[in-house]
């Protein structure tokens, strides 16, 4: 012992350091990191096989068909309007069956075709083309009430009608696709944080455990404070995981630039390329230490495999709630900002506080350090922002007390300009089947522009007018409170033919009525008939 | 230096009040007090499950004790002094995957010398200690002696003033067990404290300077192992040619005669407290015809025995019947 001692006192992140560099070299020259480079290609080949299969079933499983039960005539006439509008229509209309051509005044129990089963019937269309009736389970029926009523009218109204011819004028994109694009680039942004981050983290805990039992772990706790041992850790496996995204993107790089232009052109995301690159690094790093720590947390308190196992399951079913809850909020641009604030870093500070040791202590401080850092990122999403909100007209405004009701049916929203002027805002889904001046009499807005809304092309297509009945509330609600109706959707394509003959309006209305006979689980099935 | 100090004057390098450790309602610690002078060798003794392990552990800061005061080098924080300090667990641990120099370095580098360093001074231990061909080895491809004699010179390649060694002998043949006691030694003699826990008391009654005898989470005793061995007064042993006469006046009372075929006898009996003088004076004078006599102090094991009860010794035993030297 003639030499001076060189060592000194490490502080926490020092340790940290001599821990995360040792783990880094160990993890990258490992077998394991071979693994994880080819970690992206078993979610593809998965895919790829279930889509296959999936087309595959899809291809050979039957089509519903919908039983025709009407007098000879009818049927016929059915049958024919139904193949017309097909031709121009395309697979959106189901296949029409005639399951029995009643004589005059026979009657028969529509219930009575599913018996014999002999093909595969999902509804029943009975009555008349003026008066159909669709019998059958109430998501069936009511999928099909607007092509069923638009067949019956067609076969009400005789002859097909020609239809304009429409001059195509092809652009690159649409809005429309270029959002449904984006959408799926955003998706699949989405999947590969989320397995990225599950592979990553659960590598991080079987490290941790493995070193458990090699009872290293005891070395190092004698040697450094155990936040430093998780801190290493975790940055170990994130610098780790870093090296492998940009070996990811340096392979990505040659297959494009060697590919030219054979490579698939991928919808470019509402925020370009590099900046979801440099926000994908950085969600993933956020989400990474969230997960890590938690899982680290899970680790130090277990003792064997198994109790990780156990211990890690309910951590993992929440991932992958979260995961859903963020896919919900991807479709919910304005809804999902309340997703994104939800403090799950508060939750896991106090389990962690509570937990055994020091290292639900370091696994707090992780989560507190992954939670500031994704507040210091901000709450945008990933991939394109569908504009949901419209502009639906401005007037004077005058204050009175507050804005609006604390729950304003229309959801509005208002700024005032510099010219005193107030725009408002409503969400479109609230704008069908109304006019401005029934929204803006609801509030205090004294005097509201008049004249119908005039509704901009939504993100999904246009929207509806829905069906009168006077059964509904203003919110689509039944009297009884019990039956809520959606509003009904159609694509501009099913529609042309409608409004070309005048509208939704010449169409015949749906009603519903409980079937008990083909009622699964309670809830009540629907007939349609007027 | 560091305030308090030993009995003997020197600084105590570790000194714990009243430690107290319970997990699950049991209390594996229960009281704890120990004193280690700077520069001693210093043995915790106590059968398997006595918390020697947990003692230590909580000397160490890899645990805080539920109740109770520690301070080491100074310190009450250990983690502190962390790089003063060398530590080998009971359950030996390195990564199979390393080379042999770096998990030397690697254990150095965790007490803060630099890792270049490390690897210099691991190379250097590791040929000084027989091990220079194995220093670019994976632990996985050495022995599981060589792999213990790897994580020993990590304990001390930083050179700590404070080794703190859990059962160091297990797993070790008797040719590195005698190799471990002379870097033990070696260490002590350069001034560095050294503490470890056994529960073979042969090791400990060679090596130590003081004990702490640990069963059931107390410790009886704690201080120099003349002072324990003085628990249990000596024994003479005395032979004769005569088997009686006069002179037996001299000897104590209770003592213990073995007969001899040729009318001599063998005599056992504590050593009176007036020393051996008078009783050699009489049994001349008496002419008892003395063919031998010896005093034979008490070991550490009847030591230990006095001290910590039938079964604790008992215990002892049953772990390892082969490696108590008495």
Redesign the interface.
């Known amino acids: 012992?003639t030499?001076a001692?060189?060592?000194?006192?490490?502080s926490v992140f020092?340790?940290a350091w001599?821990?995360a560099r040792?783990d880094f070299v160990?993890i990258l020259f490992?077998r394991t990191f071979f693994f994880f480079l080819l970690g992206p290609l078993f979610p593809v080949i998965v895919v790829g096989l279930a889509g296959s299969v999936g087309q595959r079933v899809d291809q050979t499983a039957a089509q519903p068909e919908v039983g025709v039960v009407m007098e000879g005539a009818d049927a016929d006439a059915m049958v024919r309007a139904r193949d017309a509008l097909a031709e121009r229509l395309g697979s959106g209309l189901p296949g029409f069956l005639v399951v029995k051509r009643l004589e005059p005044g026979e009657t028969y129990d529509p219930a009575d075709a599913f018996a014999g089963r002999r093909a595969n019937i999902a509804a029943v269309l009975s009555g008349t083309p003026s008066d159909p009736v669709l019998t059958g389970p109430s998501n069936q029926i009511h999928a099909w009430s607007g092509a069923v009523a638009m067949v019956a009218a067609q076969a009400r109204d005789g002859e097909l009608q020609p239809w304009p011819d429409v001059t195509f004028q092809a652009t690159a994109t649409s809005n429309a696709s270029q959002r449904a694009g984006r959408l799926k680039t955003a998706q699949g942004a989405q999947m590969l944080l989320f397995l990225l981050t599950m592979m990553l983290a659960g590598m991080v805990l079987s490290n941790l455990v493995e070193?458990k039992g090699?009872?290293?772990?005891?070395?190092?706790?004698?040697?450094?404070?155990m936040e430093s041992v998780f801190y290493g850790k975790l940055f170990a496996m994130l610098a780790v995981s870093l090296v492998g995204i940009s070996v990811w993107g340096c392979v990505g790089a040659l297959i494009y630039f060697g590919a030219g232009s054979a490579f698939p052109d991928f919808p470019t995301p509402a925020v370009g390329w590099p900046l979801l690159f440099g926000l994908g690094v950085i969600y993933f790093a956020m989400a990474y230490l969230l997960l890590g720590a938690v899982f680290l947390s899970i680790g130090s308190m277990a003792a064997t495999v198994r109790e990780v196992q156990t211990l890690s399951m309910p951590v993992t079913m929440m991932q992958l709630m979260v995961f859903f809850l963020a896919t919900f909020a991807m479709t919910q641009p304005h809804g999902g900002d309340l997703l994104g604030h939800v403090p799950v870093q508060l939750a896991i500070r106090d389990a962690g506080a509570r937990g055994p040791g020091s290292g639900a202590l370091a696994s707090c401080r992780g989560v507190r350090l992954a939670g500031a850092v994704r507040r210091l990122a901000g709450a945008r999403r990933l991939g394109p922002v569908p504009q949901a909100r419209d502009e639906i007209g401005s007037g004077a405004y005058e204050k009175e007390g507050r804005a609006w009701p604390r729950k304003d049916p229309f959801r509005r929203r208002h700024a005032k300009g510099r010219d005193g002027r107030v725009t408002f805002w409503v969400p479109l889904s609230n704008c069908i089947g109304r006019d401005r001046s029934e929204i803006g009499s609801a509030g205090p807005v004294s005097k509201p522009e008049e004249g119908p809304i005039e509704m901009k092309e939504s993100p999904d297509g246009r929207y509806g007018k829905p069906p009168e009945d006077p059964r509904l509330d203003r919110r689509g609600r039944s009297a009884a409170g019990a039956v809520r109706l959606r509003q009904r959707r159609c694509s501009g394509k099913n529609l042309s033919g409608p409004l070309q003959q005048g509208g939704m309006a010449t169409a015949p209305d749906v009603r519903a009525v409980p079937d008990p006979a083909r009622s699964r689980h309670g809830t009540p099935l629907f007939l349609a008939s007027q | 230096m560091h305030g308090n100090v030993s009995a003997s004057g020197r600084p105590l390098a570790i000194e714990a009040r009243g430690l107290i450790k319970r997990f699950d309602g049991f209390t594996a610690v229960d009281g704890v007090d120990l004193s280690v002078p700077e520069g001693a060798v210093y043995g915790i003794l106590g059968p398997n499950g006595a918390g020697k392990t947990t003692t230590l552990?909580m000397l160490?800061?890899?645990i805080d004790p539920d109740e109770g005061y520690r301070r080491v080098l100074g310190a009450e924080r250990p983690?502190?002094?962390?790089?003063?300090?060398g530590?080998l667990?009971e359950?030996?641990?390195?990564?199979?995957?390393?080379k042999a120099v770096d998990a030397i370095a690697?254990?150095?580098?965790?007490?803060?010398?630099?890792l270049k360093?490390g690897r210099r001074r691991g190379r250097e231990l590791l040929e000084q200690h027989g091990l220079g061909y194995a220093a670019d080895r994976q632990i996985r491809q050495l022995s599981k002696g060589m792999a213990q004699q790897v994580q020993i010179l990590g304990t001390l390649v930083?050179?700590p003033r404070l080794v703190v060694f859990d059962e160091p002998f297990s797993g070790l043949d008797a040719i590195n067990q005698g190799k471990l006691e002379r870097m033990m030694r070696g260490?002590a003699e350069?001034?560095?404290t050294v503490i470890f826990s056994t529960h073979v008391i042969s090791h400990a009654e060679r090596l130590c300077d003081d004990v702490a005898i640990i069963a059931a989470g107390k410790v009886p005793f704690a201080g120099p192992v003349d002072v324990a061995r003085d628990r249990i007064p000596a024994q003479v042993r005395l032979e004769t040619r005569s088997g009686d006469g006069p002179w037996r006046a001299a000897l104590p009372a209770d003592l213990r005669r073995d007969g001899k075929s040729d009318g001599g006898a063998f005599w056992y009996f504590p050593l009176p407290e007036t020393g051996i003088e008078p009783l050699l004076r009489a049994l001349i004078e008496g002419e008892a015809g003395i063919l031998s006599l010896s005093i034979e102090r008490a070991g550490l094991h009847d030591a230990f025995v006095a001290i910590a009860g039938e079964a604790a010794a008992r215990a002892l035993e049953e772990e390892t019947p082969e490696a108590i030297g008495r």
């Open positions: 012992m030499e001692r060189q060592s000194g006192r490490l020092a340790a001599v821990i040792r160990a490992s070193e090699n009872k290293i772990i005891e070395v190092l706790a004698a040697a450094v404070p | 552990r160490l800061g890899i983690h502190d002094v962390a790089h003063t300090i530590y667990p359950e030996r641990g390195l990564y199979p995957a390393m690697f254990v150095g580098a965790l007490r803060g010398l630099p360093e930083h050179k260490l350069d001034g560095t």
